[in-house]
């Protein structure tokens, strides 16, 4: 078993209500094809849109995913797997909001991502500097924009990575 079916294993996803209506237990083996995606196999729907997240928000799934793709971040994947959990992670730590129409509207489903976010930080930081490509290590670097409290020490990471950080990210223009 490794870290993705590990985590997966922890959620209760028949009980966590989907942004489609149904309820989430789709969702595992969408998260499965994520992490284990690799450039040869072309681009990838992620199958999460409308189910974890929209436009308007963040559906409940959305802490149960945030967990999955850091055990992702945390397990050996492939760079172009690496950058779509990545993706995945920048939305659920960037939403806007919880969508008006989730179970529980009244909770802070973004605060509660960036929550979890905060746990794997380190991982986040060993995508800038160990990775040093300029997809890779800006994503990672624009969630650390979000979730990072010490700024100083985002600060020193902008300046050991500028070598490879994408222009948004060496300027500040990504910073939250």
């Known amino acids: 078993m490794n870290l993705v079916d590990l985590e997966i294993a922890r959620h209760d996803w028949r009980n966590i209500p ?5 309820s989430a237990e789709h969702l595992p083996a969408d998260l ?3 992490a284990e995606h690799g450039p040869a196999q072309g681009p990838i729907e992620t199958g999460l849109d409308d189910h974890a997240w929209s436009v308007r928000g963040l ?11 850091l055990a992702a971040l945390a397990d050996e994947r492939t760079p172009y797997a690496r950058l779509l959990c ?17 179970a529980r509207p009244d909770l802070d489903l973004p605060a509660l991502c960036r929550d979890l976010a905060v746990g794997g930080t380190w991982l ?13 290590a800006g994503a990672a670097f624009e969630i650390l924009t979000v979730i990072e409290t010490d700024r100083d020490r985002l600060e020193r990471l902008r ?13 500040g223009l990504c910073d939250d």
């Open 159 to 171: 300046e050991a990575a500028a070598g490879w950080l994408p222009v948004c990210c060496r300027t």
């Open 124 to 136: 986040l930081y060993r995508e800038v500097m160990t990775f040093q490509d300029p997809g890779q």
């Open 86 to 102: 990545l993706d995945v992670l920048h939305r659920m730590v960037a939403g806007d909001g919880t969508h008006p129409q989730a």
């Open 32 to 34: 499965r094809r994520l």
């Open 18 to 22: 989907c942004g489609c209506g149904e």
């Open 59 to 69: 559906w409940d799934p959305a802490p149960a995913v945030t967990s999955v793709v």
